[in-house]
């Protein structure tokens, strides 16, 4: 069976499966999620606004309280590719360029 999440913004209205799916919880109905023909990242039109597959992911199962200052990186490369196992919190903050992982393991280390 496909497990389905709640996409927290959207005050429980709208579910999220770990392929990038999104429904209607309340009546079943499947958005259409399409690939941006400037840049490749997939978009949804939800509610009169466009909102990014990758990050709606993110929230939905990377949940984190502040998540401003991270990006998500699609780990393949490939930005249609939104698997939740295609997908890392990318830390923009010093130093430059790591994933989350490496920095909580480097801290790890560190302290050790």
């Not at 490749?40 to 909102?51: E, F, L, M, P, S």
């Not at 990377?62 to 698997?83: A, F, T």
Request: charged fraction near 25%; proline fraction near 4%.
């Amino acid at each position: 069976m496909e497990e389905w999440v709640v996409i927290p913004r959207f005050g429980g209205k709208y579910q999220i499966n770990k392929n990038g799916t999104i429904r209607n919880f309340e009546t079943g109905y499947v958005f259409k999620c399409t690939p941006d023909s400037h840049d490749g990242y997939v978009r949804v039109y939800i509610n009169g606004a466009t909102y990014k597959v990758h990050r709606l992911m993110c929230e939905s199962f990377l949940p984190l309280e502040d998540s401003s200052n991270l990006e998500v990186d699609h780990i393949n490369g490939e930005v249609s590719d939104n698997r939740i196992e295609n997908l890392e919190l990318w830390s923009t903050s010093q130093p430059n360029g790591q994933g989350v992982g490496d920095k909580i393991n480097w801290a790890i280390s560190f302290l050790k």
